[in-house]
Each structure stands twice: as C-alpha cells, then as structure tokens.
C-alpha cells in the first residue's frame, strides 16, 4: 500500500518550542486523526508538511513527492485550513476563475455543483461568509482540483454540529476513491472517532501514540475504583490516572486488568485527557 | 502568474478606484485655483498620480497577508518566484496605468507639460515601488506608510535647506535643467538604467525575502 504522507524525523525548533523527531505515515485511502491540545504542534506540523515553515531536520513526502522540492505534488493536494485564507473582497465565482489558472486540474463544472451543494452563494463576497460557509468553500475548492489528499486543520472547530456533521459527511463521501486520503487535525476528539482509521496524538510536540484508531479504543479502558483496588493492577498496564476523593479513575490497558475489574470503554478524548493530565506515576507510553 | 494577477486586480480595485477619484478632486482642485491652468496649479494632481501608482501595487501584498492568501499560496502548485513576479508585473501595470493618467490630466489641462516629464513621472513610479515593494513584504504596510512619507518629506526639507543656505540657488536649478534639456538622451538613458537596474534589485531582494518567509 503506497503512503499519502510519510513523515520521517520531522523536527523544527522554536526558541520556546520544538516539534521533536515526528515519524509516522498515512497509507494511501485512509483518515488520520491528529490530535492533542493546543500548542502541541498540530499547526507546526502541518506548515512543516506544505513547506509553510523550513523544517530543521527531517523528511516530509506528499503523494510520495517532497513538496518543498516538487511543487507540482500540491496540484494534488487540497487545504482546509483552521482560518479561512481567500481574499475577502471576492466572491466564490472570482475566486473560482482566479484558482482555474492556479490549478492545471481545475474542473470549473465540478467547482459550481460544490458551490450549488454547500448552498454557497457565488456571488456573496467572502468577508459576508460564516465561519461555516468559508469552511465548505475552503473543501469546494479542495475538491475541485482533483484532490487525492485532503489535509484539514481545525476545520470542524468553530462550526455548530450540523455543520460538523456535513463535513464528516463531505469526508466519508470522499474517502470512498481508493486513492484519496485525509489528514484531519483537530482537537475535538469526537469527529474522529467517528471517520478516522488512524490516530496519531501529539503531546507538547512529541508524539505519543501513532496506531489505528480501533486497535487504541480497543486496548485502553476506564477502570474507576479505589487507591487500594488500584495497587492489584501492574503499574505497566495504567496509562495515565487521575485521584479524586471517592478513589481513582484510571486508563488502562484493559486485557492485561485481572477479571474481576470491570473496565469502561474509553473514548479518544479519555486518552488524550489521561495522557496529558493524568498521574505519571506507573505510566507507560502508549 | 494570470489568476494571481486576476486577483490582484480584483482585490485592490476599490482603491484603484479611490485613487482615481482622488486625482480627479486634485486636478478639480488645481482647475479651480487661479485665473489660468497652470503645470504649478496642477502639480498636487501629479504628485497624487505618482504617489497612488507607487502605492497602489503594495495593496495587494497587505492583503494577502491579512486574509491568510500567503498560506494558501504557498501551499498551492505556485513557486513563491511567481507570486512575487506577480507583483512586480502588477507595479509595472499600475505604474503604466497611473503614467498613463497622467497623460490624460496633461492633455485635458492643454499639453502644458513635456512628453519627457510623464517619463520622469514612470521612473519615479517605478523607483518608488523599488523601495516600497520590499519593505512592505518583510516589515508591512504600517512602517511602508511610515517610509513613503520619509520618501517625501526627506527631499523636501533638503532641497528647502539647501536653498536657505544657499548652497542650491535659482541659478543652479535653471542650469540643471538646462542641461538635462541639452543631453536628453545621455539622461534618458542614464536615468532609464538606473531604474530599470533598482527595479530588477529590488525584484531579487523581495524573491529572497518571501521564499524565506515562514506562514
């Protein structure tokens, strides 16, 4: 299975920040979900990956092309970023005839029925556009130059849950050409769970957990009982805890528990709050 | 290079728009005052034709900064080389564009003044643009403003004092000119190299800038 992103090694320092020694890759016809909190280097990475920012050290290849050397791999690559990014005194038709002469695969028919189906005015200008409307134009625009690779950051973030719900619906519909591919960043853990094959967790610019998603849902588990129930578990199996007073909530590698504990099922968010607020203490990386 | 040119133009019509409309009010202005036209009664008019088409073209950077268009662009099939030649051919227009109406203004207050004065109005134009260009890609349009005035100002308050001082005399001026008059081609040439020579410097400077800007 040929890769849609492969990242090897990726490292950019910040005075204050550094996104350290990233490796992971996106097989082609899949969705990744990149999460963690903010500031923990989602944006960088991705800015890292469109050549945004020069990289300090590492490797970034798109559709199995570096596009900071070969730019022609962004004709196949679609943006749907956290802020809209088209100039605002123009209307979806004028930016649509601009963008024909940007993208050599530009199909201008496809582009008016994703306007006609987003229920995009075309000629409302852009800065009377809802964070919503700019978001489906951004995926309009994304989609109508033959994208294989879609890469969002934040884009469901901000928008109310119907509008959520549209895009994860654009997405699916998307992903069903073998060959296309989705790199989704956000925080809210939720969406992906809903599309994502893969999940990759970025914590304070390091990667803590790079696998499928239902391999991860499926290994941890919530396990809530007392200090002193907790101290039968192999501190190898708590991935992150948190001490209330009425005991412990616990992340847990759930097939490792002894059987009289009954585990809950945890959600991405779980993870993502264990991993980073929880007690270190007996953690174990993911 | 055309859509980002399409672009531009679409996005800074308004002020295209303004900046006629400003010309329009000075040379109304300068029709306005005094018994007769004069190139003295018109020389605001000018002066708001060369300072418009030298800003003009520095509009479009502002706003592809403020919009998130950098992100886009850079991101897209598009070399960062192209979008800054994008602009320079959007300064070479707007300086053709504002020549152009300066030609316009001249002819419609009687042809008072020379054609070699509307190709001095096109270098410093041009000129202009060579500074602003660069200045307003790496510190933005703020410090640009702040810079185009110093442009002005700086000459002015040095030519003024020269004249107090006497260092620079009517004498002088009228020689000067005189002797442009008497060598125009040596002087065409010469002030067309030089020009031509900042405008391709400043073209290669803002290529380094932008391609070592981060987004």
Redesign the interface.
């Known amino acids: 299975m040929k890769n849609a992103i492969e990242l090897k090694h990726l490292r950019k320092e910040y005075p204050t920040f550094v996104l350290d020694d990233l490796t992971f890759s996106l097989p082609s016809g899949c969705i990744l979900g990149f999460i963690g909190e903010n500031g923990a280097g989602k944006t960088t990475t991705i ?1 890292a990956m ?5 990289k300090t050290s590492g490797e970034v290849l798109l559709l199995g092309k570096p ?1 900071h050397e070969e ?5 196949e ?1 679609g ?1 749907v ?1 956290d ?8 209307n979806a038709l ?2 649509g ?8 695969n530009w199909d201008k028919e496809a582009y008016s029925s994703y306007l006609l189906r987003f229920q995009i005015e075309p000629k409302k200008k852009i800065k009377n556009f809802s964070r919503g409307m700019t978001m489906k134009l951004s995926l309009a625009v994304a989609l109508s130059h033959k994208a294989k690779l879609l890469i969002l950051d934040e884009a469901t973030s901000g928008l109310d849950p119907v509008a959520r719900d549209d895009l994860l619906d654009i997405l699916f519909e998307f992903i069903q050409e073998e060959e296309h591919s989705v790199f989704l960043s956000s925080h809210i853990t939720g969406d992906l769970e809903k599309i994502a094959d893969y999940v990759a967790f970025l914590h304070q610019g390091k990667l803590v957990f790079f696998g499928e998603k239902d391999v991860l849902l499926d290994t941890c588990g919530i396990l809530k009982c007392t200090a002193q129930e907790l101290e039968a578990v192999d501190p190898q199996y708590i991935l992150g805890l948190l001490r209330h007073k009425f005991g412990v909530t616990a992340l847990v590698k759930k097939y490792y528990l002894p059987k009289e504990f009954t585990v809950e099922q945890a959600t991405l968010e779980d993870i993502m709050l264990y991993s980073i607020k929880g007690d270190k203490s007996g953690k174990v990386a993911l | 290079m055309y859509g980002l040119l399409y672009k531009d133009l679409h996005n800074t019509r308004k002020e295209l728009f303004i900046g006629i409309l400003m010309c329009l009010i000075f040379l109304v202005f300068g029709a306005s005052v005094g018994s007769e036209l004069s190139p003295s009664n018109l020389g605001p008019a000018y002066g708001v034709i060369v300072s418009i088409g030298a800003i003009s073209a520095t509009y479009s950077l502002h706003y592809d900064k403020a919009c998130g268009w950098n992100k886009f662009i850079c991101a897209s099939p598009i070399s960062r080389f192209k979008v800054i030649a994008s602009k320079y051919l959007l300064g070479v227009a707007s300086a053709l564009f504002f020549t152009l109406l300066s030609v316009g203004v001249n002819l419609f207050s009687g042809g008072m003044l020379p054609v070699w004065a509307h190709l001095v109005f096109l270098g410093i134009i041009l000129l202009l643009q060579s500074v602003m260009i660069p200045v307003t890609l790496k510190l933005g349009q703020n410090f640009m403003v702040v810079l185009f005035l110093l442009l002005i100002f700086i000459p002015i308050v040095l030519l003024f004092l020269l004249y107090r001082w006497n260092l620079l005399t009517d004498a002088l001026i009228h020689g000067f000119f005189q002797w442009i008059k008497s060598q125009p081609v040596l002087f065409g040439i010469t002030a067309g190299t030089v020009v031509l020579a900042l405008y391709g410097a400043s073209f290669f400077l803002s290529c380094r800038f932008y391609e070592k800007m981060e987004f």
């Open positions: 800015k469109l050549g945004l920012i020069e596009p730019k022609s791999v962004m004709e690559v943006l970023l802020t809209g990014f088209f100039p605002q005194e123009m004028s930016l005839k601009a963008l024909s002469y940007v993208y050599r």
